[in-house]
């Protein structure tokens, strides 16, 4: 009798544990895992939808075990504070861009210089493949999911073309961040503003032009108060905007959402730098029909520019060697894959 206590005993134990075990199991298997997501486009902006589309998706091939909320117009951080943002768990996922926090990411800091980019796609793709095989301790406090770049960054004047060197000098123009040396290498006077305020400055005669994508033609509407695009591809700058989520969240996924988030940030790569890409067709285009003129420079004028602006890579070169980084191996590699990309 004794011996038969124990046996049910015994099996009402294993039993117990059984279901606690398949409880816990069924619960990991449910869990839900919920995120928010910063960025500072405003919600129309298609890079704004492609975040949204990022969220639905990510949500849907987990089977809603991730659920990712969009805050859109720097309303959850700052743009400038979106990296830091991130660091400190205000935002789990976000993306901003490197060169609004100068010095914060050194080594990075060849992004937004004047490297002669001739699409996003180039820029995106080198920044990507700059950030695997040099792997920056700057942006280890985070998970990079993936880096992008703007479509290049030309001249653009409101009044007076420029087709050599010496047409800008004493010109205002506008230039943000990293674009001040360069700008000031050709010849120009840096004015700094954000994009928001160019339209006004340009209208006023505050400024007389400045450097940004063929993109900000439509979608700031800056065709309208510019005649002459300056197509100095020569000397294109472009901008590297990080995608991060905070380190502990991701270490908090389980392998199989992790590895799921990889695959889709591989996708997500292509179509961020088709869609800049696009962006700058349209703004061309919007440019084009309002009779704007655009002004493509020679060979050996492009040769000039790139001589005026060698000094600011110099001077990141040296900028870069004080603090023991390799500068001269991430500007070398830069350029020749730029060289041997596809225009």
């Given at each position: 009798m004794k011996g038969l206590t124990r046996?049910?005993?015994?099996?009402?134990?294993?039993?117990?544990?059984?279901?606690?075990?398949?409880?816990?199991?069924?619960?990991?298997?449910q869990k839900a895992y919920t995120m928010n997501y910063a960025d500072y486009f405003p919600a129309p902006h298609k890079q704004a939808i492609l975040v949204d589309q990022w969220c639905k998706e990510i949500e849907k091939r987990t089977d809603g075990k991730v659920k990712v909320t969009p805050f859109h117009g720097a309303t959850l951080t700052p743009a400038p504070m979106i990296y830091d943002g991130v660091t400190k768990g205000i935002a789990d996922i976000g993306m901003g861009t490197l060169g609004y926090t100068r010095g914060r990411f050194p080594l990075s800091e060849f992004t937004d210089h004047p490297l002669g980019y001739p699409s996003s796609r180039v820029a995106?793709?080198?920044?990507?493949?700059?950030?695997?095989?040099?792997?920056?301790?700057?942006?280890?406090?985070?998970?990079?999911?993936y880096l992008h770049g703007i479509g290049p960054a030309l001249l653009h004047t409101a009044k007076k073309p420029v087709s050599k060197l010496e047409d800008l000098k004493g010109l205002k123009i506008r230039a943000s961040?990293?674009?001040?040396?360069?700008?000031?290498?050709?010849?120009?006077?840096?004015?700094?503003?954000?994009?928001?305020d160019v339209y006004d400055a340009l209208s006023k005669g505050v400024a007389d032009g400045g450097f940004f994508p063929y993109e900000a033609l439509d979608g700031w509407k800056l065709g309208e108060v510019i005649k002459n695009t300056t197509e100095s591809y020569p000397t294109a700058m472009s901008s590297g905007l990080f995608v991060v989520m905070n380190k502990k969240k991701w270490e908090s996924l389980p392998p199989d959402i992790q590895k799921i988030i990889d695959q889709l940030n591989e996708e997500w790569v292509e179509k961020v730098a088709k869609t800049w890409d696009d962006i700058d067709k349209e703004g061309k285009d919007f440019?084009?029909?309002?009779?704007?003129?655009?002004?493509?420079?020679?060979?050996?004028?492009?040769e000039r520019w790139k001589k005026a602006?060698?000094?600011?890579?110099?001077?990141?070169?040296?900028?870069?060697?004080?603090?023991g980084l390799p500068g001269d191996e991430v500007l070398k590699f830069a350029l020749d894959y730029i060289k041997k990309s596809p225009r």
């Open positions: 046996f049910m005993f015994i099996l009402v134990a294993t039993a117990f544990v059984l279901v606690v075990f398949v409880s816990r199991e069924s619960a990991a298997q995106t793709k080198l920044f990507n493949e700059y950030y695997k095989r040099f792997k920056p301790k700057e942006l280890d406090e985070v998970k990079v999911m961040g990293l674009q001040v040396a360069p700008t000031r290498a050709l010849g120009a006077s840096p004015v700094g503003m954000p994009i928001s440019s084009l029909k309002l009779g704007n003129k655009t002004i493509p420079l020679p060979n050996q004028e492009g602006v060698q000094p600011v890579l110099d001077d990141y070169v040296k900028m870069t060697k004080e603090q």
